[in-house]
Each structure stands twice: as structure tokens, then as C-alpha cells.
């Protein structure tokens, strides 16, 4: 079964500082990644995905995503961290066992992002 | 804005009630999704329509609750005879291949 794991509940940094979001993942075949982010009271808005090519994808609002195949990872990373940026972040893999059409996704338990000022 | 919209936003019912959510996709998406959300934890996928025909349902989805798309439109999400253990965020979500646009979610509370 498909499963994706963000190891941080929550990861803190400053503003104007790099930031770095980890979510590893255990898929059979290739992966298509995608990750998420939730603002209280909201639904969840998509950043990026990854499905093939380029291993680093970029994202909505300056985000970006690093594919690595060997370790079995999809990180999200941002140059310069935003106090708006704080929210809460989720990454996710497609079920491939729901067939060709299927493309429900699995989701990991979420990470909260707070920039400080 | 995603262009996904659910309706109520918020919902408080009693045990043994039944409740119904509203979802209205993205209107050129042929594919749907319901998915719930507990608190402290990642969406989890209950069931997915393509046009109006249900193809999936999660485990999670037990009897007491049944889905629809007429039309393949907006889809409704009806859990019959309420328990509290129901209380979470229920999220509806719409796409076309491989990108899912999800809505404000309807929060449901089961006292």
C-alpha cells in the first residue's frame, strides 16, 4: 500500500531564513507526489506535484519540491520563509491501487510551519 | 478560492441524527472525491465518483453512510444515525487527471 510519512509535527524558522519541509514515501511503481497546504478553517490548497521529469519542481507562492528517487523522498523547500508562509503542510501520494482513473490520494499526518518574525 | 464549493460550513447535530453535505465541483471536473479529516491528522479518502458513477469506497465508509452524484454534478454526502465518533472535517474535492482541487470543508459536530 501506498503510505507517505512527514517525520516533524512542527518545524519553526525565522523569517527571511530557508525553510525545508520532509515527507518521505513508500509507493510500488513510480510515485506521483503532491503537496498541500491548509490555512485554519480552509480547505486544503494545492502547491506542487511531481509526476515525472525534472526532479526539482517548483511550486505556487515561491515553493519548490526536491524528488529524490535513492531516498525516497519529496521535500519542500522555500529560499526565503514568509510569517505568511505559517500554516500547516501536507504531503501526499496517489493510490495506485485505485486503478487508472482512480487518483485518491494518501495523505500524511501533516507538519505545522511557523515563521517568526 | 479553488472554485469548490460545500455547503453547510458548519454542522452540530445530536446522536442518532441524520445529516446531509452539500459539495459542488469545479463544473468542468468529471471526478469527484469525499474525503475526512480528524483533528491532528492527514484527510482520509471515503469515497470517489467519476460523472455520476461511485467506483470506490474506502473501508471507512461504513453503511450508515452513502453518497451520491446525480448527474454528475454536485454530489451529496448523507451519514444516517449520527455517533460522535463522526465528528471530523468532511472535505470534498474535484479534479480532471492528476491535480485534486479541494473545498472549504463542512465540520461536522456530534454532540
Known amino acids: 500500500a501506498q503510505s507517505v510519512a512527514q517525520p516533524e509535527d512542527q518545524v519553526n524558522v525565522a523569517e527571511g531564513n530557508p525553510l525545508t519541509v520532509k515527507c518521505t514515501y513508500s509507493?510500488?511503481?513510480?510515485?506521483?507526489l503532491f503537496w498541500y497546504v491548509q490555512y485554519p478553517n480552509r480547505g486544503l490548497q494545492f502547491l506542487l506535484k511531481y509526476i515525472t521529469g525534472d526532479n526539482l519542481v517548483k511550486g505556487s507562492y515561491g515553493f519548490e519540491a526536491e524528488f529524490n528517487k535513492s531516498q525516497t523522498s519529496f521535500h519542500l523547500k522555500k529560499p526565503s520563509a514568509l510569517v505568511s508562509d505559517s500554516a500547516l503542510y501536507f504531503c501526499?501520494?496517489?493510490?495506485?491501487?485505485?486503478?487508472?482513473?482512480?487518483?485518491?490520494?494518501?495523505f500524511g499526518a501533516g507538519t505545522i510551519l511557523r515563521v517568526k518574525s | 478560492d479553488t472554485g469548490v464549493s460545500q455547503n453547510p460550513r458548519h454542522k452540530i447535530t445530536k446522536r442518532g441524527q441524520n445529516v446531509t453535505f452539500r459539495c459542488d465541483p469545479i463544473s468542468e471536473h468529471n471526478r469527484l472525491y469525499w474525503y475526512r479529516q480528524t483533528l491532528g491528522q492527514g484527510p482520509e479518502f471515503l469515497t470517489y465518483?467519476?460523472?455520476?458513477?461511485?467506483?470506490?469506497k474506502s473501508r471507512l465508509l461504513s453503511d450508515r453512510f452513502s453518497a451520491e452524484r446525480p448527474k454528475g454534478s454536485f454530489s451529496t454526502l448523507e451519514i444516517q444515525r449520527t455517533e460522535q465518533g463522526d465528528s471530523a472535517m468532511y472535505l470534498c474535492a474535484s479534479g480532471r487527471s492528476n491535480e485534486q482541487f479541494f473545498g472549504p470543508g463542512t465540520r461536522l459536530t456530534v454532540l
Open positions: 465518483f467519476q460523472n455520476e458513477a461511485q467506483l470506490e
Open positions: 509507493v510500488s511503481g513510480n510515485p506521483y
Open positions: 501526499a501520494v496517489r493510490d495506485m491501487g485505485s486503478g487508472e482513473y482512480g487518483n485518491k490520494l494518501v
